[in-house]
Each structure stands twice: as C-alpha cells, then as structure tokens.
C-alpha cells in the first residue's frame, strides 16, 4: 500500500478531546476516528488490525468446535420480555418505531440465540452445540471515556455452549479456558493477561475474566504472582485467598487491568426462560445447561495499544500489525525514488505486508509517522543507503538500525 494513496492521514497533534492513551495514538496514527463518545470509526488501518484480531479468535474458537453465524443487532420486545430483562437490564438501548412497536439494539445475544436453537435441539444426540458471531453489540454506557475500551457500540465475538450434562459444560468450559489463554498468546498480550475469579452473577459460583494488566484498566484485581490468577476486587470479599495456592489476600498484589474477555456459566437461566429442553436417554425431557463466553475486539485493540506503546507511539505485535514493513523513502533523488519502487515491488511478490511511504514530504516527519503508526520492521531508503548500495532496517522496539543487502533474509526477522 502506497502511504501517498492511504486514506487516514496522521495528525501532527495527538487529539485534545481524548484522555486514554489508546484512543490519543490510534486517532493520531490514523487507526480510528470518534464519531461521538464511545463510538468510533475504523480507518482502512485500524479495520486491518481489527480483522487480524477476529481471524486469530475465528481460529481458535472453530478450533474447539464452535460453528459461526451472525444474528441481527435489532431485536424485538418479546423474548427479552420473556427473559425478564427489558426491565432489567439498564444499558439496553431501546427504540421505537413510528407504529409504536417497541426494538432493544443487542447489547448481548441470548434472547436471539436461545429460541433460535430450539429448531435443532430435541435429543441428547443434538448436544453439545457451539454457535458464535462477530457482532456489533450496543450499550449505554454512561462513563464512555476509555476510547476503545469501553464503547456503546463495539464489535464483540460472543460464543454460546449448549449441553446434556453439567460434566459436559464443565469439560467445554475448561475447553474455552485453553482456547482464551492461545488467543491472547497470539494476540501479544499473553504474559500481561490473567485469569481472574469473578462473581458468578446470580448463576453460579465463579466465572472467569482474562484481565491485561494495565494502569489504564478499570478493573482491580488481587493478583497472585505465584499463581498468575488473580480475583476480581468486586468479589474479593468472599474469595478472601488465592483460588490456586491458597495465599492469603494480604500477599496478592493489588493492580489495575482491562477485561478483555469472559466466560460465563449460565446453567439454566435462559433455556428455563425459552423451555429450550432435550430428551434424554430415557425419553424425559431435561433443561440444556448453558455457557457464553464473551470477547470485546475493540476493547482487545485498546489494551494491545496501552500494553505496547512508547512516548512515540504503537509498537504492534506482528500478529495484528496491519502492515509488516514500512519501507520509508527518505529524499526525492530519481536514484532513490527507484531503488524504493524497486525494494517495494520485491517485498510485496515475497508476500510480506508493507505500507510504503512513498509521500512528498520531509524526512523527519516521515520518521516520526512512522514511529507513531508502529509497523514491526522499518526499512529505510535513503542517499546514504543508496550510495551504500544498501538499504537501513529496524525493529520498531528497537533503538538500533542495521544495514542489509538482502530483503529475503530481513523478512524471515519476521
Ligand atoms: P464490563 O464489566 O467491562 O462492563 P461486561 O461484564 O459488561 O464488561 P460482557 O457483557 O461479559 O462484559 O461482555 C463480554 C466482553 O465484551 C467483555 O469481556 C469485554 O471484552 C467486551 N465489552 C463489554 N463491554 C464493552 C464495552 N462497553 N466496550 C467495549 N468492549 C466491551
Ligand atoms: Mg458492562
């Protein structure tokens, strides 16, 4: 991709109307764009990286079973009438129409997904089942001033379990555990994410949050360093030691995290609220037991951004970077301008990712985009380069640069 042709200009000046770390770069780097608090757009960047993201999350949950499908954001009154939750749930947004009909915008899918299964379901032999969907979720959220991190519209991965037996639900569950902790591995963020004991709600005892540790995180969690679990502070009053090693709360050290995702046992709730039911062995019918397991794509991009960033901007993990290489011409010399052409076609046939800032511009501002839009490898062009008949490279979290002859064996530093 030419950086002259790249639609989401760089801003010289990190924007005044945000506070979070994450929505300043990523609106100055030309990630994303606030249309009003909490809601934003993503740039032909910023949807890079957040589709990087989805298929790193589509693999690892078809990995363990789970079959995609999208359901609609607008929802009618009635099943979440019947779910009790119109009522109850006080970020629903809700609207109506000109004939008086009354919609909910899903701010989660079980009152969609729960009456919509029971076309499949009528024995054991149904079961299990795991459905999930990339989907625009929307909530009121009152306190919308994290950037990325907490939106009223924000595209979450919502995965629903559907089982025969509780020892069922269990094995799935833990399942989902070891399919969170790959996918916030390969999301580059693993050695900051923990697993975390919350409240169960009104369901069960415990349900699990995977919390990046952050100073920018809304959450508080009691971490045990010994362990690497840590309990929610929501809940600390009743889970007063280590859940693992059973360490006193005294020894667990308070921080600061981002919930980036959840799993959530449900049991019965919803399939009590829909008679989502299945004949057992015996021909009786049975309650499917439930679990959803939640992950905030957005959200996930924010704290990448706050975990991986330095006082000159983003330095992306290469599994999500939008580009591997920013090959960066420096001066307008036919000379350069052809080996740079050259150096870009070559890149791009050996089937590496590069944006290439091929722009009329000064040097040092290229220098300094380039820092701020945090490409994993930069390759220089320049006078010296050229005279050199080289060409200058860097990591991006690196503070040395290097030159090289051979583009091929750079590319394998990837
Ligand atoms: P929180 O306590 O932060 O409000 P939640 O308990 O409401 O989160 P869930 O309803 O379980 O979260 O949603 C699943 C996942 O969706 C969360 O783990 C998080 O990654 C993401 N998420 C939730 N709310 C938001 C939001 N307002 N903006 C962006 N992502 C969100
Ligand atoms: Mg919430």
Redesign the pocket.
């Known amino acids: 991709m030419k950086q002259s042709k790249l639609f989401g200009k760089t801003l010289r000046e990190s924007p005044k109307d945000e506070q979070s770390v994450n929505a300043r770069l990523l609106v100055q780097a030309g990630y994303a764009e606030k249309l009003m608090a ?1 809601v934003y757009s993503f740039l032909p960047l910023g949807l890079r990286v957040l589709n990087k993201i989805e298929q790193i999350i589509r693999e690892e949950i078809n990995a363990i079973g789970g079959q995609e499908l999208l359901l609609p954001a607008l929802h009618p009154r009635e099943p979440w009438e019947q779910t009790g939750r119109w009522e109850t749930v006080d ?1 629903l947004y809700k609207l109506t129409d000109s004939s008086g009909r009354d919609f909910a915008l899903g ?2 899918h079980e009152e969609v997904i729960t009456p919509l299964v029971k076309r499949d379901i009528f024995s054991y032999r149904d079961l299990p089942l795991a459905l999930y969907q990339f989907q625009t ?1 929307f ?1 009121m ?1 009152l306190r ?1 001033k994290s950037g ?5 519209e ?3 991965k ?1 995965l629903y379990s559907f089982h025969a037996s509780e020892k069922d639900f269990q094995s799935y569950y833990e399942k989902a555990k070891e399919a969170y902790k790959k996918i916030f591995s390969r999301l580059g963020i693993g050695d900051k994410t923990v697993l975390t004991f919350a409240s169960g709600g009104s369901f069960s005892k415990y349900s699990h ?2 919390q990046t540790l952050t100073t920018a995180g ?2 508080t969690i009691y971490l045990c360093e010994n362990c690497r679990v840590a309990v929610n502070a929501e809940i600390v009053s009743e889970q007063k030691v280590c859940p693992e090693c059973d360490r006193a709360k005294d020894e667990l050290k308070i921080a600061k995290a ?5 799993i ?1 046992p449900l049991k019965t709730r919803f399939s009590d609220s829909f008679r989502l039911t299945y004949k057992d062995e015996a021909g009786q019918d049975q309650p499917v037991i439930m679990g ?1 397991y ?7 991009m ?1 704290a990448i951004v706050e975990v991986h960033h330095d006082d000159e901007g983003i330095c992306w993990p290469k599994s999500v970077a939008p580009y591997q290489v920013h090959l960066v011409r420096l001066g307008d010399e036919p000379e350069i301008v052809k080996q740079a052409d050259t150096l870009y076609e070559k890149i791009n046939k050996l089937g590496s990712e590069v944006l290439y800032d091929d722009r009329e511009i000064s040097s040092g501002v290229k220098l300094k985009d380039a820092d701020l839009i945090g490409l994993p490898l930069r390759v220089i062009v320049s006078a010296k380069t050229v005279a050199a008949g080289k060409f200058e490279y860097k990591q991006r979290a690196a503070d040395k640069t290097a030159l090289s002859s051979d583009i091929k064996v750079l590319l394998k530093l990837l």
């Open positions: 909490g970020d701010a989660t979720k909530r959220e919308a990325l991190l907490r939106g009223r924000f595209l979450m919502d949050e995977f809304e959450d981002i919930e980036v995702g959840n959530f959803c939640g992950i905030g794509l957005g959200r996930v924010g």
